[in-house]
């Protein structure tokens, strides 16, 4: 890892070298210079929603009306590992594609995750890492 991905927000949350992480929700309006510091950290490409493998941790993008927050983490338990995480990243407060933090909470929850940390993603994204240890953890 270099000094640049060192220094990015994104070498603070739990990436590691050689980690293998998924993408869901990428769309033209998603924060480009988090997911290239997330590939520079791990060292490779981030898979999309179609690999099968499993995986470190997953990179989730929603916004209101993108369908079911739920699903979309219970989604991300069947290729994720046992200690993997979830960043979930939604548009800013103020945005009228934001989630509330309340449907965050008990989306992750009803997955079986819990919302470890918040933290800005560029200008316009939150994000929140779920972990997983929630009560009703699905498999």
Sequence with gaps: MNQTAGAHPAA???FS???VVMEIGWDDDVEESWRD??????GSEIEDEDYD????SVLLWFRDGDGDLTDDIVDSLATLEEKGFV???VPKVGSPENVDAADIQEAATT???????TFKVGEDWIGTKLVQGGTAKQR
């Design 111 to 117: 997955a079986g995750f819990k919302a470890s940390s």
């Design 12 to 14: 603070k949350i739990g």
């Design 37 to 42: 510091a997330i590939a520079e950290i791990v």
């Design 17 to 19: 070298a050689d980690d």
């Design 53 to 56: 493998g499993s995986v470190d």
């Design 87 to 89: 960043l979930l990243i």
